[in-house]
T-cell receptor, first 112, second 114 residues
Framework: GENVEQHPSTLSVQEGDSAVIKCTYSDSASNYFPWYKQELGKGPQLIIDIRSNVGEKKDQRIAVTLNKTAKHFSLHITETQPEDSAVYFCAAPMNRDDKIIFGKGTRLHILP | DAGVIQSPRHEVTEMGQEVTLRCKPISGHNSLFWYRQTMMRGLELLIYFNNNVPIDDSGMPEDRFSAKMPNASFSTLKIQPSEPRDSAVYFC???WGTGAYEQYFGPGTRLTVT
């Protein structure tokens, strides 16, 4: 079955700098890769996703890159701000898009 | 739209008691997912429904857990009897389809079993 590895588990970044979180997956048939952000006391919320027909997708300060050959994808946050502090989860589908498996999460701290 | 609604938001119960968690998905969504979140195991999928039918319950820990979806606007997750190791935050999420679509999560139910 699908296995999703996420690194690092914790990341501290100075405000204004960039943050990068990486994930690897095992199922080569996977073709949908979402990233969720979870703020304290709330449920996860989708912030960006990418399908395997593209290698990169951007939305303002957030971008996701996908390398299908290496089976890894990354979340890039530029010009980080205090409100970016949260836990971020990557995910990948298993069973041909039937359900998604989440990574263990990365706790991002934006330092003032 | 009100989003996914879960109740209760917090539940404290004693070991051996029955616990029922409730979820109202977003109107029009045809898939519903129940997740459990703990520090040790992260976000685990317990069961999901498509068009009110359970599709995959392989994540349900054991027979003490059961889930139902009697109609498109309501689902329950029941634990009977509850144990301290069931303490976690339980999330319900809904979407337009199964895995490869955005899932909208509710605020979660924090369950504490003493």
């Amino acid at each position: 079955g699908e296995n999703v590895e996420q690194h690092p588990s914790t990341l501290s970044v100075q405000e204004g700098d960039s943050a990068v979180i990486k994930c690897t997956y095992s199922d080569s048939a996977s073709n949908y890769f979402p990233w969720y952000k979870q703020e304290l006391g709330k449920g996860p919320q989708l912030i960006i996703d990418i399908r395997s027909n593209v290698g990169e997708k951007k939305d303002q300060r957030i971008a996701v890159t996908l390398n299908k050959t290496a089976k890894h994808f990354s979340l890039h946050i530029t010009e980080t701000q205090p409100e970016d502090s949260a836990v971020y989860f990557c995910a990948a589908p298993m069973n041909r898009d039937d359900k998604i498996i989440f990574g263990k999460g990365t706790r991002l701290h934006i330092l003032p | 739209d009100a989003g996914v609604i879960q109740s209760p938001r917090h539940e404290v119960t004693e070991m051996g008691q029955e616990v029922t968690l409730r979820c109202k998905p977003i109107s029009g969504h045809n898939s519903l997912f129940w997740y459990r979140q703990t520090m040790m195991r992260g976000l685990e999928l317990l069961i999901y429904f498509n068009n009110n039918v359970p599709i995959d319950d392989s994540g349900m820990p054991e027979d003490r857990f059961s889930a139902k979806m009697p109609n498109a606007s309501f689902s329950t997750l029941k634990i009977q009897p509850s144990e301290p190791r069931d303490s976690a935050v339980y999330f319900c999420a809904s979407s337009w389809g199964t895995g490869a679509y955005e899932q909208y999560f509710g605020p979660g139910t924090r369950l504490t079993v003493t």
